[in-house]
């Protein structure tokens, strides 16, 4: 793994401010002070790059090329779980919905048609972390109803705990 700072190169999606609130809200509820996801970072995350030293300007143009003609439609999506243990707290959606499988699905076979490939270590686990750390947690909340309507791609500058927007799609 490359030393921080370093880039990690992600397809995500983000709540709109409203929903963003409401998860922020399960975050704070937890009491805890370190290694909080910040508000603006809240994202699921639907496909994974490498880390990589520099910016990875080749794989973020050959990702864009690869589903510029991809159909990516909205969908809804129901957090509903809270679940945390020995490194992470996250929501969780009881149901996978048919939209999110669809959308992680027709990423996957684009971007590897398009000669890319996700980290090795990486699998698809629809969740948003909320924070960092040990905290044991399991439980059911009042659902979160997220409409998502826009896939990102983003540059995590990791050590610097920032993301930015390198190209946003809506989704129809």
Same mark, same amino acid.
């Not at 998860?23 to 009491?31: C, E, F, Q, T």
């Not at 399991?138 to 309507?149: F, G």
């Given at each position: 793994? &490359?030393?921080?700072?370093?880039?990690?190169?992600?397809?995500?999606?983000?709540? +709109? !401010?409203?929903?963003?609130?409401?998860?922020?809200?399960?975050? =704070?509820? $937890?009491?805890?002070?370190?290694?909080?996801?910040? =508000?603006?970072?809240?994202?699921?995350?639907?496909?994974?790059?490498?880390?990589?030293?520099?910016? /990875?300007?080749?794989? +973020?143009?050959?990702?864009?090329? +690869?589903?510029?003609?991809? &159909?990516? !439609?909205?969908?809804?999506?129901?957090?509903?779980?809270?679940?945390?243990?020995?490194?992470?707290?996250?929501?969780?959606?009881? !149901?996978?919905?048919?939209?999110?499988?669809?959308?992680?699905?027709? $990423?996957?076979? +684009?971007?590897?048609?398009?000669? $890319?490939? &996700?980290?090795?270590?990486?699998?698809?686990? /629809?969740?948003?972390?909320?924070?960092?750390?040990?905290?044991?947690?399991?439980?059911?909340? /009042?659902?979160?109803?997220?409409?998502?309507?826009?896939?990102?791609?983003?540059?995590?500058?990791?050590?610097?705990?920032?993301?930015?927007?390198?190209?946003?799609?809506?989704?129809?």
């Amino acid at each position: 793994m &490359p030393t921080e700072p370093f880039h990690r190169l992600f397809f995500a999606v983000r709540p +709109a !401010a409203g929903v963003r609130r409401a998860i922020a809200g399960w975050r =704070d509820s $937890l009491g805890q002070t370190k290694g909080l996801v910040a =508000d603006d970072q809240l994202h699921l995350t639907a496909w994974l790059f490498d880390d990589r030293q520099d910016f /990875p300007a080749d794989a +973020a143009a050959r990702a864009q090329g +690869a589903i510029a003609d991809v &159909p990516l !439609a909205s969908f809804r999506l129901v957090l509903d779980r809270l679940v945390g243990g020995a490194g992470s707290v996250v929501l969780v959606p009881s !149901a996978v919905p048919p939209g999110l499988l669809a959308l992680q699905g027709a $990423l996957d076979r +684009a971007l590897r048609a398009g000669g $890319l490939q &996700p980290r090795c270590t990486w699998d698809f686990r /629809p969740h948003v972390t909320l924070l960092h750390g040990r905290h044991a947690v399991e439980r059911d909340i /009042p659902p979160i109803d997220w409409p998502v309507e826009e896939l990102l791609l983003l540059d995590s500058i990791v050590g610097e705990r920032r993301h930015e927007t390198v190209a946003r799609w809506p989704l129809g």
